[in-house]
């Protein structure tokens, strides 16, 4: 991710809800919709009904509500840093606290690392590899003495990698897992989530006292709540968490070396802290790896935004979208590499180009007036459905129960109990990715694609909807606008458009990988069978929600984050060799 997020914070603003009487407690919402002759929806159209307010207009939502954003700011996040500047942003009246990065403070990393004599990188997944790098070549640049090692299973496939980049067992900066564990003072621990849920016992039984756990995700926390566990009470914790996959962390940083302050946004959280370096350990990690920007956070809010994000826009919902748009676009006769362009491309292209430079209004003010229609149906049609799953899935965050299925998935890894492993399958091998190689192979360079409109309004749809999920939920301004846009548009949807939608998924994390699996199905089902039927029945637009969209004040963090972003964007060419092993060269 290229731009540079600081903390945010909006003003609350009236809740407007216009419910029709249902004998049910469970109220639903209907959707208002417009019907088009344009071009944009010309290929969505199938047979129209008649449409009414109340009525299903093809979907279950069968009541009539439209919520304005409202938000709960959480707790203070404030924090003391001794070693580095802290800067509070005030928006609308709403406090949060950042420190920028850049390469002028890696001077200051012996003093935030202070005590610690070796960091230990136990894990060669998505994070391991760019973090262990970026550590060890910022702490050369200041000439620092502190040791970066790698932890592995000896006789791995890892432990080649590892080798390939420069960490050796005859330097010291290689061995075996246990073993760096036990000789480190801040151990990273970037294996699994799943198998950290397996060895975490072991993990904390080698640890030295007063040492520091570093996580760079929330989900062992999560995994501890729900059997009733939490961390050693003689070590700290701490968790800086890059907002986006490894390969975009280390790209980024290599990209940045000429630009001062380019790379991953992170936030930071202090769980324990045992003899008050937490803070200045967490930060100092945060700049190593290059972070333009270090929000902070709990570990708890962590990972439930950031889990709930992986299956929402930032990978399960938008593959789910595509799938749907593009069999859609197909089945009403547009051609199938312009049916690719005007989905994927157009997401992956100039959507997320403009979103991220610019902002989600910039995508609905370059439209036309007749585009600005479709893009508004599409935003009608598709926005309680994404909220719908969303709702769903953060509340399967939140109450341990997704957690519980990426354990049990990796657990399914293996033979067990008589029965097969299951390991994770293909997700590319649909018609419309066939079509992507083919529309890849001859396109031009620095092509966006095309700005389509009813694809445009779905995917901001789907954008505002996660907004607002995670606002009623009480995260932070600076959170939300990580998880729901930058991460999308500057990390991830970059490497979907060099080379399709496993290219993205699969440079990441195991559980995001995992949830994204599971996940995008139930967009691309909601989507096909309540908002384009909706779409059909001619639904008139439900005003009010684009007059929330409009107004929304989300909008201004986006234009500030727009603002101080860093002038580099993420190069991904189609033969990166910065990503997993097994994605190099693998096809267009």
């Not at 002028?104 to 005590?115: V, Y």
Request: charged share 20%; glycine share 8%.
């Amino acid at each position: 991710m290229a731009a540079a997020a600081p903390a945010y914070s909006v003003t609350s603003i009236s809740t407007l809800n216009r419910v029709c009487s249902t004998p049910s407690t469970l109220r639903n919402v209907s959707f208002a919709f417009i019907s088009s002759t344009s071009p944009s929806l010309r290929f969505l159209h199938g047979a129209a009904g008649p449409s009414r307010c109340g009525s299903t207009g093809g979907s279950s939502l069968t009541t009539c509500m439209v919520s304005a954003p409202a938000f709960s700011p959480p707790a203070s996040l404030d924090f003391e840093t001794s070693v580095f500047t802290k800067e509070k942003i005030s928006l609308a009246g709403h406090d949060e606290y950042i420190v920028r990065g850049g390469r002028n403070l890696f001077s200051l990393l012996p003093d935030a690392f202070k005590g610690i004599k070796q960091i230990g990188v136990i894990g060669w997944g998505s994070q391991g590899p760019a973090q262990a790098q970026n550590l060890r070549d910022s702490l050369a640049e200041v000439n620092s003495d502190i040791v970066v090692k790698i932890g592995l299973r000896k006789g791995s496939r890892s432990f080649a990698e590892a080798r390939a980049t420069g960490f050796t067992e005859e330097n010291g900066t290689l061995g075996d897992i246990w073993e760096t564990v036990s000789s480190s003072d801040l151990v990273l621990l970037l294996i699994s989530d799943a198998a950290q849920a397996d060895n975490y016992e072991k993990v904390f039984s080698h640890m030295k006292p007063n040492s520091i756990l570093g996580l760079s995700h929330g989900f062992l926390l999560g995994h501890l709540q729900s059997i009733g566990l939490d961390f050693p009470k003689n070590i700290s914790v701490i968790a800086v968490c890059p907002k986006g996959m490894g390969p975009s962390v280390r790209r980024l940083y290599v990209q940045g070396k000429e630009i001062n302050g380019a790379g991953i946004n992170s936030s930071f959280a202090v769980h324990q802290d045992v003899d008050g370096r937490a803070t200045d350990v967490a930060l100092g990690w945060s700049i190593a790896l290059g972070s333009p920007f270090t929000f902070a956070t709990t570990l708890e809010q962590e990972y439930k935004s950031d889990i709930f994000g992986e299956r929402g826009i930032l990978l399960g919902a938008v593959h789910g979208l595509v799938e749907s748009l593009f069999r859609r676009y197909c089945e009403n006769g547009m051609d199938e590499d312009l049916a690719y362009k005007n989905t994927v491309e157009c997401i992956t292209g100039i959507v997320s180009r403009t979103i991220s430079t610019k902002g989600m209004l910039a995508v609905y003010n370059a439209l036309s007036e007749e585009g600005k229609q479709d893009f508004k149906t599409a935003y009608s049609a598709s926005y309680y459905p994404c909220m719908d799953i969303l709702y769903e899935c953060y509340e399967d965050v939140a109450s341990g129960s997704e957690i519980r299925s990426v354990v049990l998935a990796g657990r399914r890894f293996y033979e067990k109990e008589g029965l097969p492993a299951f390991p994770m399958g293909k997700i590319d091998q649909t018609r419309m990715w066939k079509v992507g190689e083919r529309v890849r192979a001859v396109r031009p360079a620095g092509d966006l694609g095309p700005l389509y409109p009813f694809t445009a309004g779905v995917f901001v749809a789907l954008m505002m909807a996660q907004i607002e999920i995670l606002r009623k939920k009480g995260h932070s301004y600076s959170e939300i606008i990580n998880e729901s846009v930058i991460e999308a548009v500057d990390s991830l949807n970059p490497f979907m458009h060099a080379r399709g939608v496993s290219f993205m998924v699969d440079n990441c994390s195991t559980t995001a990988r995992l949830g994204s699996r599971k996940w995008a199905p139930r967009f691309d089902y909601i989507l096909t069978q309540q908002a384009l039927v909706a779409v059909d029945n001619d639904t008139p637009i439900n005003q009010d929600l684009i007059s929330n969209f409009l107004s929304d004040p989300v909008h201004s963090a986006i234009d500030i984050c727009a603002q101080l972003r860093p002038t580099v964007d993420i190069s991904v060419p189609p033969d990166a060799d910065f990503v997993r092993p097994e994605l190099r060269n693998s096809g267009n």
